[in-house]
């Protein structure tokens, strides 16, 4: 079992992040969505309290994330299909990076930015009482929704290329992410 990423595949480190943050990202998704259009019902009034946590702890993993791939990017597979298939893949996967980390620094910012503290993980990082900051609380209020919404649709993108590259083109890019060769 390989740690690090080699052209013929990702290492248990690559997967292991890629993996977690896909079910975290399914489960933040899923309580967005259930806020939104059931925000009384009792899976949404369960789900929605975790939203901010898990938001902070895939901000974590996402900048872990990029920094592993970033140690690896000479050694990483390349991407299948022609050169402008391969620059689009490029162009989704820095598009998905980037949504997930600023849709949770807005996030932070906002709840920075609120007065009423911030506690993550039963710490409380930011005491309550502090004074309201608009500069901080307006940004996320006008972006974060909207942005996390765009990247939902491109996650749902992301998830339909890997199948169809899986499924329809048998390339191996989708068992490279899953068994690592």
Do not use: C
Request: zero cysteines.
């Amino acid at each position: 079992m390989r740690l690090r990423d080699t052209p013929e595949g990702y290492g248990i480190v690559s997967r292991t992040l890629h993996w977690a943050m896909a079910l975290l990202l399914v489960l933040q998704l899923t309580s967005a969505a259930l806020h939104l259009a059931a925000g009384d019902s009792p899976a949404a009034k369960v789900m929605w309290p975790w939203h901010f946590q898990v938001g902070f702890t895939l901000w974590w993993l996402v900048l872990l994330r990029g920094t592993w791939a970033l140690a690896n990017y000479r050694r990483r597979p390349p991407h299948e299909g022609s050169p402008a298939q391969a620059r689009a893949a490029t162009i989704g996967h820095l598009a998905l990076y980037t949504l997930m980390v600023v849709v949770p620094t807005l996030a932070l910012l906002r709840a920075a930015g609120r007065g009423r503290g911030v506690r993550l993980y039963g710490i409380q990082w930011l005491p309550e009482g502090t004074p309201e900051l608009p500069a901080l609380t307006a940004p996320a209020n006008l972006l974060h929704g909207t942005l996390g919404w765009v990247l939902a649709s491109l996650v749902v993108g992301h998830v339909g290329f890997a199948l169809w590259h899986g499924l329809v083109r048998r390339d191996g890019t989708l068992a490279r992410m899953w068994r690592g060769r």
